[in-house]
């Protein structure tokens, strides 16, 4: 997991196709841990700048009276329609399953 003071914002690609790929696939699939311990999945191309606006209590009713604790996943390489569909599968899946999902790809991380 990440928390909200180590994020940075990623680089730009170097070279003209990596940059024509990454303005088309550059949205990413996100799920943070809130202070009463709910989990929040969103969609963003910019994750510094939703991370913020999630501290402000700005966007996203949800953090109303919570505050996001920690990034617990990331799924980057998303154009905005299967980031869309992606984030819905999420949001459908079972408390147990979103965990399973973030620790299949940040468990070992975390031992």
Excluded at 9 to 16: A, E, G
Excluded at 72 to 93: L, T
Aim: charge should be positive; include cysteine; charged fraction near 15%.
């Amino acid at each position: 997991m990440i928390d909200g003071a180590s994020l940075t914002q990623n680089s730009q690609p170097s070279n003209v196709g990596a940059a024509t790929n990454a303005l088309t696939n550059h949205w990413r699939v996100y799920i943070i841990l809130a202070s009463n311990g709910s989990l929040y999945t969103g969609i963003t191309t910019n994750m510094c700048k939703r991370w913020r606006q999630h501290s402000r209590r700005q966007g996203a009713k949800f953090f109303y009276g919570k505050k996001p604790i920690a990034l617990c996943y990331v799924e980057p390489g998303h154009s905005r329609s299967s980031a869309s569909q992606r984030e819905y599968a999420i949001k459908q899946f079972t408390r147990k399953q979103k965990w399973a999902l973030i620790l299949q790809h940040y468990g070992p991380l975390l031992l």
